[in-house]
């Protein structure tokens, strides 16, 4: 493995280089464990300026194996704990005798990229900008791998829930239900905060579990994702509770389910990331949801739970493939509830077969 | 409750004229928080440029109470999700006629400095530093009254945790539950993320829970904490599992809660914060742990779970009455396990009767 974390920061090195920085100076913590192989929070990474350097405050080598870095990474522990190891790492640069770093502007603060500039005054910061994003947009099989078994223990966990009783229960517990059983199932952890909406909260995008209680006859939505190794997959479903479904709830369940079908369906090498979202929007604008939507319908998911690329009408580039995203289209009617159908997919061409659909729990209309 | 966040608004607004600077935009999440009275994550708030303003990407009116902003605060939610509410605020500071804007260099990133130059040229950009979180230092008695509950809901959870059976449980299992009992107990969460250590892990700072099994003669320490309200309490204890703790485990239990007991006694108004922090260390630097001790002896509590100030040997400053901090040294032995012991309290003069305990499970070593 730590040869594909060697080839990754190859790569890196000679994007930098070849924009004219001697060295460069990574701080943003998923980048920072995309090219290290494993780091703790707030560990920064120079590459370029002899071997690769891994600074950090806590020892990378304690009990979580995503925190240990590859072999052939330099590890230096700092004594203080205030230190901050992007100095420590520019120190380091400078002492090996290099002009121009670039940093990540966007992740680095004003406070910190000024102590960066005045411990090496003679150090000249560039900007590294997104590079380090844009090299994790595309996944390699081992990535896809784990976001695989991210999605199956996601289903697994959803599926087990479904076979209990769910009346009477309240959102925040059927939440810690499902996060439990994804640990049970060798998640890591929740890939973000479980939500659960029953009746008037259902269809809530990132709702926040409340003690509302299922009732018979209201909409469930869930959403949930694992994380396996790090990365993260994403799950939404939608169920009625009780025996039959209301018409306004199969009407709307139709709709959400033929926009995000439209928006998988969409999915494909060299379709703009906009067209995506736009396939999914005019199916809910037609049925007169448009002002109801949401800022966009799918994101990017790897080794962060929302990252590049944005489905957003207003997103610039085009999809690759072997890049993972959700369709996650949602509708919600102030007072009644809504619906949410949210699948973690990898974009292949039509000669791979299309779509690569990770999680797999059914999309009908279920009554609970 | 309005006037309370009017006040620390006002107060900050003075101390920004003072500083120079016309106005302020306040773009820490826990600082715009802690002076809008309730704002969704992102969010920027503008002082000082006509009505107190409060941008954001999502409608603070949602369902999460604590996103809720003050009545006197207005509210602009922006129509596309990719505004950066920073810039936004730093548009409307223009039009008011605002020449000079502090914001917090320690929370914006360099891109969004930018930005925010680049929308306003005219308008000077100062530095506000961390004035809202030296604010914040000392706590009011609605805060700590939300940080006593939050305490009482951990105690609470780790009290039903310790009448069960706890013999052949993972640690991941155990710390699930306890997170469960937070939120029965009426968090809206946990503080942070809870550890439990069982055997060889026991005492680790910020141990990740593993699948470890609790096994007779372990020692197995806890660590967790209530979110109330947005307060955050923490709590650790160390027990020892079935009926006769060895020699080695009684005489390093005596040793940490010396150590923990002596830093209690330490916080008083005027002591200075490094003084907290030696009073814990020398009495484990004279039992030999010098080596293993970890940066600090303790830190604030309050809207963040580790703030200002930090207990540690660098520390800079000296505790004020009615500043919640936590007192938490451990000792690790490699191989061995190791005992935390860990309160929230909040300093007292003596004539107040000294630090109020808030986190009131007992500190006797337990055979359990």
Redesign the interface.
Known sequence: MSEVYAARRARLRERCEAAGSEAALVSGDANVRYLAGGAPPGATLLLGAGQDLLCC?TDPF???ATDHPAEDVRVLVLA???ADPAVAAAERAVEAGVGSLA?E??????????ALGSVAPGLRLD?LGTAVEQQRLVKDPEEISALRIAAEIADQALGELLESILVGRTE??LA?EL??RL?DHGA??PAF?TSVGAGP?SG?AG??P?DRRVEEGDFLSVCLGADYRGYRSEIARTFVIGTTPADWQIELYDQVFAAQRAGREALAPGTPYRDVDRAARVVLEAAGHGERL???IGHGVGLENDEDP?L?P?AMGKLDACVPVTVDPGVHLPGRGGVRIDDTLVVRSEADGGPELLTITTKELLAL
């Open positions: 405050v304690g009990y979580r203080a704990p205030e940093v502007e966007h992740h680095l603060t004003v406070a910190r990229h000024r900007d925040r517990h810690l996060e439990r640990v890591a952890g905060p909260n809530l709702h926040t409340t949401g800022p966009g944005r957003t207003s």
